[in-house]
């Protein structure tokens, strides 16, 4: 089947589901792209931890649906640990939120929140 065929089947087969969940986004639809696009599942982060602050009082942990690595070694950079966040934010590529087809907001500053 040629890729463009393949990237058709998905969307029309996400398309027949009745979305109830954000993770039925995700199981339905973002890791069949990202299987797609070719990128290797061990460099695949879901529901990874982000920080953030306002100030210098730290905001409560968020999770990214998905964040995308040019490394395998995440599992052991999920804390707030200065080390560990410059790990992250050498070796991170791409964030993805997924969102229910009724919930997409006009702009989402969810997604840009945490690829910062």
């Known amino acids: 089947m040629l890729r ?5 089947k998905i969307i029309a087969t996400y398309h ?7 993770k039925e986004v ?4 973002i890791n069949d792209l990202i299987e797609w696009l070719g990128y290797p599942s ?6 990874f931890p982000v920080y953030g602050n306002s100030g210098s009082k730290p ?5 990214a649906d998905f964040v995308l690595f040019d490394d395998a070694n995440f599992a052991s950079d999920r804390s707030r640990d200065q080390s ?3 790990w992250v934010y050498n070796h991170s590529l791409l964030v993805v939120e997924a969102k229910k087809p009724d919930e997409m907001p006009i702009i989402n500053t969810q ?6």
Request: net charge negative.
């Open 4 to 8: 463009q065929e393949e990237l058709v």
């Open 16 to 22: 027949l589901s009745h979305i109830q969940s954000e």
């Open 26 to 29: 995700s199981s339905k639809l």
């Open 42 to 47: 061990q460099f695949r982060a879901e529901e």
């Open 59 to 63: 905001l409560p942990v968020q999770h």
């Open 84 to 86: 560990q966040l410059n």
């Open 111 to 116: 997604p840009q929140f945490y690829s910062a």
